[in-house]
């Protein structure tokens, strides 16, 4: 899955609605039994809202050792007593049965011929683990092999997890559509058939859809034949091929009326599909060739759905998406849209061989799923799509992951996990983004080459199998020892276990000595020194800190860090310069390296920003930078420029550096035309912003802002050119977007303008004038400091936009009302399913109104209000956790105000 951004304070809230200390039950699987072969069939009935659920399993297995009972798990499953069959399997003509008996499509027939085992009844149920448990009247032999066979019935899911119902409204037709479609990970194949659902129990699958005669399916392997069923009118068997082994959580169906193009999606917004079809088959065959591993499926379909929960979902061969994150509309996407199409196919692509073909283990090392597609997405779109620049993008994204990773309340990136809860809540900016930065750094200290070869070997030596990440370290050491990157003596493992067992980063110090020449240069933890105001613990979460409880092997915060550096001699900003000159080490916190006499010359560690660190310097190290950055910044890459703003202001909050140095480092920024840099420096002045935003200086901060982006805002105009580059496009639209919010009156103006033009215009469905890069901030300044009339009108149209983004934009924006009232009722939309707010849309609305400094408390009291009816209305706690998270994100400022004051 692709991450949701926003998850920096959920550690802390999660902290407060779970309550400390409470211990959740192991509910791992017994080890007993493994499973090798599936054939499932599967028939859900989706038409007019009918929500039954039947369907069999032919699970064959292999014993480990002599159990009197098969445990599955199984969620508001039941197993129908009756058809319930256990057959000790003759090993010999196993194969062939699989083989020629597949088209089979009841429990029955098939199990005579073989030993029978007496079943007891009843079947056992387990809800706190999720279990079904069929008991035998004898034991399973070790070494042999079995078939357990049954029929079962439940009802659809209708939280969009398991196999869920789903509706949309057909526009052309006007009439109702359903669909059935699944989401699985991490825990929630259970609900859709019985099976042992962890990711370490692979097995092939076979699956059988049964389906209405108007509706098509779709599985995870090519369709093999489709047959009419015996004992239903009108409904038909869809049989899969036998897929590769594959984890449970891979397994995926849709059943549906959509039109296909290899890409699947409501037949009227099939046409926005062709950027996927495009980049798709670019993107995959960059990765065979990059990683020198064949794609293992014979196809792979791509699926836009109106209503899913994630952004979207890897599945073997049948990759789901939410509809903005797979088609744009080319007449009117705007840039970020397209990008991140193009990032999350990337991304979702990148599984199919990370995830899918080489598992983890366990969820603890979801990061090996997460952060390598993370880290990979972009290796495809810097050689897929050069023009967007994304590695200079994801830059950004590392800064934003150490907020939160640079509080008590993070968690280690491999991290214990046992129950679903749990492992819900590791899907987040830590697993993703920091999995991706470290990642990144070892390809650095590593070289692109010995990486990629190591890389190559642990996916080819490892494939159709799970993993720990000690096995990829053990590739990558053998790699990096015969290729004489690393000495015998210091393997990746030595390395990496400092980054992934324990929390958190170091700030790596630079003090020059001016006088003989040496910088000694030292490694301390780094904590942004403010916790948040409504959790002053430090276990708020219930994942716990592997190192501190568990491993005392390593010393604390204490971290292998490669550090890179140049000066203002050598100007060396290359690839090739961000291979560490030194070494940093748990035992070795500190480094005397020498720098040079120059007293004049500044210092620049962390080349490009490859390693996973913040920087300090000594004061007249940032002086010179500062002056560099006014006399001719261009000097400096962008990225560092970046980072650079990043780590003072970062630094300058924890209490490490004075206010007055980060803010003269920004003093150039008038003269900054590079979007990264400007970034960067937005982040850290909207947090000060936010500071401020319910006191007496705001005036004074709006002033300040204005003083830095009103020259910008006027040199790069408003016009947009045909030969933008993305990063112009990005960085004109941040532009506005800020002028507007300081309150620059020529730019609220002309986005009244366009606004009023577009109501006024005779048909506003398909006459929408304002370009779609600028929709987004022309809406929200219109809908500010406009009223009802501007509000309900852009309420009106979001159900009008073929596009699912140019939706997006409009639910963003009218958040930005500064109306109470208006608030108010917009919120209550969320949890009414007759506004016509989707379920998935739920998140956005609440951040919308909460990114508004007016609707944040407004936002937050509505959540507290409504808490327990979000739970069950959304059916995910961590997605409502996520929701209340954002509503909060100002409540940790308020002892930092003074400081910056
Ligand atoms: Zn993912």
């Known amino acids: 899955m692709p991450l949701n951004k926003g998850v920096c304070l959920l550690a802390a809230v999660l902290f407060i609605v779970k309550g400390e200390g409470k211990v959740l039950p192991d509910i791992r699987l017994p080890k007993s039994i493994v499973p090798e072969h599936y054939f499932v069939g599967i028939v859900p009935d989706i038409h007019q809202n009918n929500n039954a659920i039947e369907g069999f399993v032919h699970l064959d297995f292999f014993v480990q050792t002599p159990t009197d009972r098969i445990v599955m798990h199984a969620v508001n499953l039941t197993l129908i007593e009756d058809s319930v069959s256990v057959n000790l399997l003759p090993s010999k003509t196993m194969e062939m049965m699989r083989e020629n008996d597949v088209s089979k499509t009841s429990s029955s027939g098939l199990s005579e011929k073989l030993k029978m085992l007496k079943v007891l009844r009843p079947i056992s149920y387990d809800a706190d683990k999720e279990f079904a448990v069929i008991h035998l009247g004898s034991k399973l032999e070790e070494n042999q092999r079995y078939r357990v066979s049954f029929n079962y019935s439940g009802m659809l899911a209708r939280n969009l997890k398991g196999f869920y119902g789903s509706e949309y409204l057909d526009k052309k037709s006007e009439t109702k559509r359903w669909l059935g479609v699944t989401q699985f990970e991490p825990t929630s194949a259970r609900l859709a058939f019985p099976c042992l659902d962890e990711p370490a129990m692979k097995a092939t699958f076979t699956i059988s ?26 409904w038909f068997w869809d049989l899969y091929e036998k897929s590769v082994p594959m984890s449970t959580y891979l397994v995926a169906c849709l059943v549906s009326e959509f039109a296909f193009l290899r890409i699947w999606a409501r037949s009227e917004a099939i046409e926005q599909a062709d950027r996927a079809v495009q980049v798709t088959s670019d993107m995959l065959e960059f990765l065979e060739q990059y990683f020198q591993v064949p794609f293992p499926l ?52 990148a599984h199919q061989w990370f995830g899918n073909l080489v598992t983890m283990a366990w969820w603890n090392d979801l990061w090996l799923n997460e952060g390598f597609a993370t880290y990979v997405q972009r290796l495809v779109l810097d050689n897929v799509s050069p023009k967007y620049q994304y590695g200079s993008l994801q830059a950004l994204d590392f800064l934003s992951v150490m907020d939160a990773d640079g509080l008590e309340s993070s968690h280690a990136i491999s991290v214990d996990v046992a129950h679903p809860t749990q492992i819900t809540e590791i899907f987040d900016a830590i697993s993703y983004t920091k999995g991706a930065a470290i990642i990144r750094m070892m390809n650095d ?17 490892k494939k159709y199998q799970n993993a720990r990440q000690d096995e990829l370290w053990q590739f990558l050491s053998e790699q990096a020892h015969q290729d004489s990157v690393l000495p015998l003596s210091l393997d ?38 403010v916790k948040p105001a409504i959790v002053k613990e430090n276990k708020s979460s219930s994942l716990t800190n592997f190192v501190e409880e568990k491993n005392s092997r390593l010393p604390n915060y204490r971290w292998w860090v490669p550090v890179s550096f140049t000066d203002s001699v050598a100007q060396n900003f290359s690839q090739s310069n961000t291979r560490p000159a030194i070494w940093l080490t748990p035992n070795e916190l500190s480094a005397t390296k020498f720098i040079g006499k120059n007293e004049d010359s500044w210092v620049i ?30 000097v400096i890459h962008p990225i560092n420029r970046a980072y650079l703003i990043d780590d003072s202001f970062a630094l300058a909050a924890a209490e490490i550096l004075p206010y007055t140095t980060a803010f003269s480092l920004i003093e150039y920024l008038p003269e900054e035309n590079h979007h990264v840099p400007w970034s960067s420096a937005l982040r850290a002045l909207n947090y000060i912003g936010r500071m401020f935003s319910y006191t007496k200086d705001h005036g004074r901060y709006k002033d300040f802002m204005r003083s830095l982006v009103v020259p910008v805002y ?73 009223g009802q009339l501007e509000w309900d009108f852009a309420w009106g149209m979001s159900f009008n936009m073929t596009s699912a983004q140019d939706r997006d934009v409009i639910l963003s924006a009218l ?15 969320v949890l009414d399913p007759k506004s016509g707010i989707r379920k998935q849309d739920g998140r956005r609305v609440i951040s919308a109104v909460a990114s508004n ?15 327990e009816e979000m739970f069950s209305y959304f059916g995910n706690p961590v997605r409502v956790l996520q929701m209340l998270s954002s509503t909060t994100s100002s409540l940790n400022t308020q002892e930092e105000l003074v400081k910056v004051r």
């Open 209 to 234: 859809i049964g389906r209405r005669s108007n509706y098509t399916s779709l599985s995870n392997m090519p369709l093999v034949k489709t047959e009419p069923m015996s004992n239903k009118e009108g």
């Open 298 to 349: 014979p196809k792979v379909d791509l699926v836009g759905l109106p209503d899913f929960s994630s952004g979207a979902m890897e599945n073997w061969g049948l990759i789901t998406y939410r509809e903005t994150t797979l088609l744009v509309n080319p007449k009117s996407a705007a840039v970020r849209d397209e990008m991140n199409v193009e990032r999350v196919i990337a991304h979702e692509l």
């Open 445 to 461: 200290f590593l070289g692109e080459a010995t990486f990629r070869e190591g890389v190559k070997n642990y996916l080819n030596e």
């Open 492 to 529: 990746v493992k030595t390395i990496m276990d400092t980054w992934t067992l324990q929390m958190g980063f170091p700030l790596v110090t630079v003090q020059r000595n001016y006088t003989d020449g040496n910088a000694y240069i030292q490694q301390k933890r780094f904590l942004r020194g």
């Open 605 to 634: 560690a962390n080349i490009l920003a490859t390693g996973y660190y913040r920087v300090n310097y000594d004061e007249r190290n940032w002086k010179l930078l500062g002056l560099q950055l006014k006399t001719d910044h261009q």
């Open 714 to 786: 006027t040199r790069l105009g408003t016009e947009f050119q045909s030969d933008d580059s993305p990063l112009t496009k990005l960085f004109r639209i941040s532009m506005i977007t800020q002028a507007c919010s300081q309150e620059f009156r020529p730019c609220i103006r002309n986005a009244q303008l366009l606004f009023d033009e577009w109501m006024d215009s005779p048909d506003p469905i398909h006459t929408i004038k304002i370009i779609p890069d600028l929709r987004s901030s022309t809406y929200c300044t219109a809908i500010k400091y406009g």
């Open 815 to 829: 958040g930005c009302s500064r109306d109470p009232w208006i608030l108010i009722r917009y919120l209550s939309f």
């Open 853 to 867: 400094p007016g609707g944040r408390r407004i936002a937050f009291q509505f959540m507290l209000k409504h808490f």
